[in-house]
């Protein structure tokens, strides 16, 4: 059983930073690919940041520039640096994790097979 779960959330103020945590459990998924999406009231989940097996990277023309995701493989951890914050940045963010090792990171969301239960990230002007 593969279990993922976000931390790091939370209330902040325009052109703030926030770090989000994606702790994975279970099959070593940490070796795989991995992704952060997020969905915001009344729109469908889009694609934040992806990251390989090998650490190649991929943002969504949004957030370039301004989020940063990482990996540490011996924590079992990936992480979401989000600088400069923006009001429309505001949604539930998920973590999930793809059963495959893919040559570039990948923003679709089928390419996951599992996900965590979201944390939320609310910027206020």
């Known amino acids: 059983q593969v279990q993922l779960v976000e931390s790091g959330g939370g209330l902040v103020q325009a052109g703030d930073s926030l770090r989000l945590s994606c702790a994975v459990s279970?099959?070593?998924?940490?070796?795989?690919?991995m992704g952060w999406f997020r969905q915001a009231p009344a729109k469908e989940r889009e694609s934040v940041a992806a990251?390989?097996?090998?650490?190649?990277?991929d943002y969504a023309d949004s957030v370039k520039g301004r989020f940063t995701i990482s990996r540490d493989n011996t924590k079992g951890t990936v992480y979401l640096q989000m600088n400069s914050l923006k009001p429309e940045d505001t949604a539930v963010y998920y973590c999930?994790?793809?059963?495959?090792?893919?040559?570039?990171?990948?923003?679709?969301?089928?390419?996951?097979?599992?996900w965590g239960q979201g944390t939320q990230v609310t910027v206020s002007s």
């Open positions: 999930a994790a793809s059963i495959w090792a893919g040559t570039k990171a990948v923003l679709t969301t089928t390419w996951y097979n599992y």
């Open positions: 990251i390989n097996w090998s650490g190649a990277t």
């Open positions: 279970g099959r070593t998924f940490v070796s795989k690919d």
